[in-house]
């Protein structure tokens, strides 16, 4: 029977939908069945490969899109979004590939407390065009232009995406690696002048009845409306915020914590319970460039 072309590719596509996750996940513990799940999970991937390999031949990116959204529901922790972002980015889309990468820096955050930032900040950084036509003509001075082209094309919704459409209400919330960066930032500009920022690390120690992850929502909406504009705040892990807080002193975080608090506890009907601690700007620094040795 002819299998090749066409056809080779309909019947890996088949495959590929067949499968739809773990072989009995609640019985994975008996030898035979982790065994046959393995090997039905390397067909899967295998499908996987095959299928990109002739997406990439015919530049379909749409497709490629489907392929490894498909992997990232099933399997959201083996980094199947580095792959959804390198094809928005190969397409010029790249506010759908920071969403895509926003969403999965929260949830690792949410999860693992410990967010893969250097393998996904590179698909920014350092993407390698796997476009046959881009390769091809990649030293021709007429395919920089058709880019540059197309990149100034885009000029009006990258500012858009850069400034708030709306009026500012509250604190900015945004994922760990974009607070670390901008904390960095703040400890650079010290040397101008200072922004007596402080640190408050918030934890949830308790949380009730309704469960941590909804316990977690309420206290980041308590948290948004009770900073002002001009502070962040991020989450790390199951059960931590972390707050920069600018132009305050030490002194005043406990009334900013009271606040919270206050608003968290009306929120959530009584909820958790709360418990923080402050850091000074000069502590972030030392954490960020290390203890000198002694």
């Known amino acids: 029977m002819y299998f090749g072309g066409v056809e080779r590719v309909s019947l890996y596509e088949e495959a590929n939908l067949l499968y739809t996750g773990e072989l009995l996940p609640m019985n994975i513990s008996c030898q035979w069945i982790f065994e046959q799940s393995n090997y039905y999970k390397e067909l899967y991937i295998e499908t996987i490969r095959e299928l990109e390999k002739e997406y990439q031949l015919r530049n379909d990116y749409m497709k490629q899109l489907g392929l490894y959204a498909r992997a990232a529901a099933i399997y959201p922790y083996e980094n199947w979004q580095v792959q959804q972002i390198r094809c928005y980015l190969e397409m010029y889309r790249y506010e759908e590939a920071l969403d895509i990468y926003n969403r999965t820096m929260e949830m690792y955050a949410r999860d693992m407390g410990n967010p893969p930032v250097e393998e996904m ?174």
């Not at 705040?233 to 900013?256: A, M, P």
């Open 121 to 294: 900040q590179r698909c920014f950084e350092e993407l390698d065009l796997k476009d046959i036509h881009h390769r091809k003509e990649l030293r021709s001075l007429s395919s920089w232009k058709t880019m540059d082209k197309i990149f100034m094309g885009r000029e009006g919704n990258i500012i858009k995406s850069i400034f708030e459409k709306d009026e500012a209400d509250g604190a900015y919330y945004c994922t760990y690696p974009s607070f670390v960066d901008y904390c960095r930032v703040l400890v650079r500009n010290r040397t101008r002048h200072d922004p007596r920022a402080m640190l408050l690390f918030l934890t949830l120690t308790k949380y009730g009845k309704k469960g941590i992850q909804e316990q977690m929502d309420i206290l980041k909406d308590a948290i948004g409306h009770s900073l002002r504009k001009g502070d962040t705040y991020t989450r790390y892990g199951n059960r931590h915020f972390i707050l920069l807080l600018t132009d305050i002193e030490k002194e005043s975080c406990g009334i900013v914590f009271e606040r919270i608090e206050a608003r968290y506890k009306k929120m959530s009907s009584g909820g958790g319970e709360l418990w923080y601690h402050a850091a000074m700007t000069q502590e972030l620094e030392t954490a960020i460039n290390g203890v000198p040795e002694t």
